[in-house]
């Protein structure tokens, strides 16, 4: 069964103290593997799209990564308003749906 | 920047009754979807749309769920018979046709009673 898994549930950093979310799939057929970032009551907004093994995006403090079984979202000296809900979700070759994670909640203090 | 829209933000509704969600997908996209969360759970497919057809739907997407495209502008999800395990926020998205990244909207708080 296609499998999405976040982790941690729930990470505390001081503000500046870098560190990585965790996103493993075991999924058949990987077309992409997506990164949004979710506040409270609100939609997810995109983050990131990773198509292939070794490919890296950045995006200001923020670098996601991909291997052939996970992802991983890199936090580099993160600021209070880094603070949200940051999910995994991947999309399949053969249909056009996408599966999200539980999400890893990040909380930012100053 | 374009941006998906959806109405109303907040629905309260008693059980049995049949609520229509609207949303306005980004003006030049061509795929629509709907999701929705359960408080404190995954954000769960329901549909896709293509083409003024369901390309795809999930177990969920009972015979209760139906979409329509009625104009050129909007999508909406109707619940013909709302449960209590229907309250969630139900997200709307859309994507072109040259990428595969969804943006979804603000989403519909949906409450039963």
């Known amino acids: 069964e296609d499998q999405v898994t976040q982790s941690p549930e729930a990470l505390r950093l001081q503000e500046g103290e870098s560190s990585s979310l965790n996103c493993s799939y075991t999924v058949s057929g990987l077309r992409g593997l997506f990164w949004y970032r979710q506040d409270p009551g609100k939609g997810p907004e995109f983050l990131f799209t990773?198509?292939?093994a070794g490919e890296e995006k950045e995006k200001e403090r923020l670098k996601a990564t991909l291997t052939k079984k996970e992802s991983f979202l890199h936090i580099t000296a993160p600021k209070p308003e880094d603070s949200a809900t940051y999910l995994c979700a991947v999309q399949l070759y053969n249909n056009n749906d996408m599966r999200f994670g539980a999400g890893t909640r990040l909380t930012v203090k100053p | 920047e374009p941006e998906v829209t959806q109405t109303p933000s907040h629905q309260v509704t008693q059980m049995g009754q049949e609520v229509i969600l609207r949303c306005v997908p980004i003006s030049n996209h061509l795929y629509f979807y709907w999701y929705r969360q359960i408080l404190g759970q995954k954000v769960e497919f329901l549909v896709s749309f293509y083409n003024n057809e369901i390309s795809e739907k999930s177990e969920i997407f009972d015979d209760q769920f139906s979409v329509e495209r009625p104009d050129g502008s909007n999508f909406t999800l109707k619940i013909r018979s709302t449960k209590l395990e229907d309250s969630a926020m139900y997200f709307c998205?859309?994507?072109?046709?040259?990428?595969?990244?969804?943006?979804f909207g603000p989403g519909t708080r949906l409450t039963v009673l």
């Open positions: 998205a859309s994507r072109g046709l040259v990428t595969n990244e969804q943006f």
């Open positions: 990773l198509y292939s």
